[in-house]
């Protein structure tokens, strides 16, 4: 499509129902109505919905959906989708009920025997293309099948990473930084390495790097399985000897992985204008049915339409000085890519070994809860939970909190706040954790490796509204250190042979920022003398002798620290802190009169933002704050909390950023580079593979280039650690 035309597109959304829908059942608690009809997927749609006609504008809109009788797949292939669990009903009864609420906005509905939703977005989306209409076609879906579909910046997909409102938009040049090619080659993608979650078959023992290799090197299976036959092909005799064998199996795996484009449907574009018929009254009238009070706040108004002038110029969540950009950045896009494909080694017999011990750890929990608690019930079902702890235990007091939907409230903060009060607490906690590492981890990540049982995941430099690295398809950054459960888990993540893994972490990165940017003398002092921080503050807060400071008093101190940095108020650090108000506040007060060089920033952070829209890193990274000025009190103190956080958080943002791309040049001059592997960032760490006669060469490199990130009074320290496995780590230095 010509350039001159693109800014006069308009926008036509075709909703992947079934995905988003399958995607909030999972993501959100089992809400229910009034009436006691099941809605936790469907507040989820709901929100997911509003937020497309918010943030995108469209045009147009039409939802796609499956049919529960068998496709023209199953009747190929009668193991499609084999594997997966039968469908939740009260799921299947959210489905059926989704299709009210689109009516209520108004949004036409497509389906057809024996197709899938993917066909008909397939089918719409090459319709769209081929009559040549003036229009931008955006895919929303829950998962990623439909990238296939996306071509140039004229069809997209707009999908969640993670939850229901966590999402990104995928043009041709997002999918191929992603796979490293593009986008008519995923179903190759697919028909080589399979696909578990369809139970696409492929070609057993070609994993994901494999297939990437093959595919950037000869395209389609069809030239692949031509080349092999010709002239052969330059891969690993193994991997030719799979293709040899494998013909078939691929064939066919494509055949299941392509998206038809000819599904029986008759799609008029006039009818998906949704906005000409919609009237708030009608989705009013379902969302309350529903209980969705919440959402009927957020419905679009008579000012939408005007709003349509503005598409494209909403405020932009941050922006980077071109310095930075160019130096920082770009440079770092290539080590995360080489980071991408190295991968992580895991031991895969300790994880099935750890599985099945975890399982009969959870089976033992679950019969505990069961007696203590006197009857059987779903541990799982946050609504079963609530009715034994707080009708038939009588935990929670006279004030028991609950969902909007009106059940009580099961979450984690809440089980915390009764650890004590009932041996079945200490009980739930155990078992709900130990079921999060299990299904997160334990059980899923050895069905994500490649041939080599190494774990790939995905880094995004822009993943993040603070600036940090974010890791996806598994998120590696969040794998638990400080419990026994995630130490084991961690185990598993070990050294190739005659490498060692090391761990290089800032130390209280954070606190030595906010020293920075305040300018703080007492805060600054104590980093340039290396002092305990927590233990110095507890001393100042408390008014005692530096030797006399109690375990108890600085884990308050510490408290405080983190809390200051994250822009916690009294009422935030009362919680934390598990004391009365009185106290949080003086502890608070006595904190910022000792340390007023902190105090006076904050308030300086919150008065520019207010003025300016954004704060700054100390490397010029902007981020704006449109909400800073809101007549809404709760919404602009949120802002401020945000604002006074953004700039330190987002500064050691830019620090590791800037020691893994110095750390990068310096390890490649001293050739040292192919043996010293980063594989890893986790927040402030940076979790390299070394080979074991160079680890004292390669050491003070890395941590000169993490150090030497700041040269001013306040000193950078870099704690560092090794290891033949990420759970067993001792200190180097």
């Known amino acids: 499509m010509p350039d001159e035309h693109k800014d006069k597109r308009k926008i036509l959304v075709l909703l992947d129902a079934h995905a988003v829908l399958h995607r909030a059942f999972h993501a959100l608690p089992a809400f229910t109505s009034s009436k006691g009809e099941p809605t936790g997927a469907l507040y989820g749609f709901s929100a997911f919905l509003l937020k497309i006609i918010r943030e995108l504008k469209p045009d147009y809109i039409a939802a796609c959906y499956d ?169 690993k005799p193994r991997i030719t000897e799979l293709l040899k064998n494998g013909e078939e199996e691929a064939q066919f795996s494509k055949t299941l992985a392509e998206i038809r484009k000819d599904a029986p449907i008759k799609f008029s574009l006039d009818d998906s204008a949704w906005e000409k018929n919609f009237g708030a009254d009608n989705v009013k009238k379902i969302f309350n049915e529903l209980g969705f009070k919440s959402l009927i706040a957020r419905l679009p108004n008579n000012e939408l339409t005007a709003d349509k002038e503005e598409k494209g110029a909403s405020v932009p969540k941050t922006e980077i000085p071109e310095k930075l950009y160019k130096e920082v950045e770009l440079p770092l896009s290539k080590i995360l890519k080489e980071m991408e494909e190295k991968g992580i080694l895991l031991d895969i017999n300790y994880l099935k070994k750890l599985s099945e011990e975890s399982h009969k750890e959870l089976d033992a929990l679950e019969k505990a809860i069961w007696e203590i608690a006197g009857e059987e019930f779903n541990i799982n079902s946050p609504k079963q939970t609530g009715v034994v702890l707080f009708e038939k235990l009588g935990l929670g007091g006279a004030k028991i909190k609950r969902t909007a939907t009106g059940s009580y409230s099961t979450n984690i903060g809440e089980l915390i706040k009764l650890k004590g009060k ?83 972490d800032y130390s209280q990165v954070e606190l030595r920022v906010a020293a920075i940017l305040s300018g703080d003398k007492k805060l600054k002092e104590i980093f340039m003398k290396k002092e305990d921080v927590h233990a110095s503050v507890a001393s100042e807060v408390f008014n005692v002798n530096h030797s006399d400071v109690t375990p108890e008093m600085r884990r308050v101190a510490k408290v405080i620290n983190f809390g200051i940095i994250y822009g916690m108020g009294i009422n935030a650090l009362r919680q934390n802190l598990g004391c009365a108000r009185e106290e949080a506040k003086k502890f608070y007060e006595e904190y910022f009169k000792k340390f007023k060089g902190v105090a006076d920033y904050i308030e300086k952070i919150k008065k520019s933002a207010a003025e300016n829209g954004y704060t700054e890193t100390l490397f010029g990274r902007k981020r704006f704050f449109p909400e800073i000025n809101s007549p809404v009190d709760y919404i602009r103190k949120e802002a401020e909390r945000m604002a006074v956080n953004a700039p330190i958080q987002g500064t050691a943002a830019d620090f590791i950023k800037i020691a893994m791309v110095r750390a990068d040049e310096t390890l490649a001059k001293n050739g040292l580079k192919e043996d010293a592997r980063l594989l890893l960032q986790i927040h402030d760490e940076l979790l390299y593979e070394i080979k074991e006669n160079i680890v004292a060469k390669a050491v003070p490199i890395i941590v000169e280039a993490m150090e030497g990130v700041y040269k001013g009074d306040v000193p950078i320290k870099v704690n560092v650690e090794i290891g033949d496995n990420w759970g067993e780590m001792r200190p180097l230095r």
């Open 67 to 235: 049919l529960p009788e068998p496709t023209f797949r199953h009747a190929a292939y009668e193991n499609y989708k084999a594997k997966r669990p039968k469908m939740d009903d009260s799921l299947a009864v959210q489905i059926n009920r989704s299709r009210d609420i689109l009516g209520a906005f108004r949004v036409p509905i497509y389906d057809a025997p024996g197709f899938e939703a993917d066909d008909i977005l397939g089918t719409i989306t090459e319709k769209m293309v081929k009559e040549g209409r003036l229009v931008k076609t955006v895919i929303a879906s829950g998962d990623l099948d439909t990238l296939q579909l996306v071509k140039n910046d004229d069809v997209v997909v707009y999908t969640l990473r993670k939850g229901i409102q966590d999402t990104i938009i995928y043009d041709e040049k997002k999918v191929i930084e992603r796979f490293g090619f593009g986008p008519e080659l995923v179903p190759d993608f697919k028909a080589l390495k399979g696909d578990p979650s369809d139970n696409i078959i492929g070609i057993k023992g070609i994993g994901e790097k494999s297939a990437t290799e093959l595919i950037k090197k000869y395209g389609a299976i069809e030239n692949i399985f031509k080349k092999l036959k010709e002239d052969g092909i330059d891969a």
């Open 422 to 504: 009932h041996k079945i607490i200490d009980e739930i906690i155990t078992h709900r954790e130990l079921a999060k590492l299990v299904s997160t981890y334990i059980d899923a990540l050895p069905g994500l490796v490649d041939e080599n049982n190494r774990l790939h995941t995905d880094f995004d430099s822009f993943g993040t509204t603070t600036g940090r690295i974010s890791s996806r398809n598994p998120n590696l950054q969040n794998v638990p250190k400080k419990s026994d459960k995630g130490r084991e888990v961690r185990r598993a993540f070990i050294a190739d042979k005659g490498f060692k893994l090391i761990a290089f």
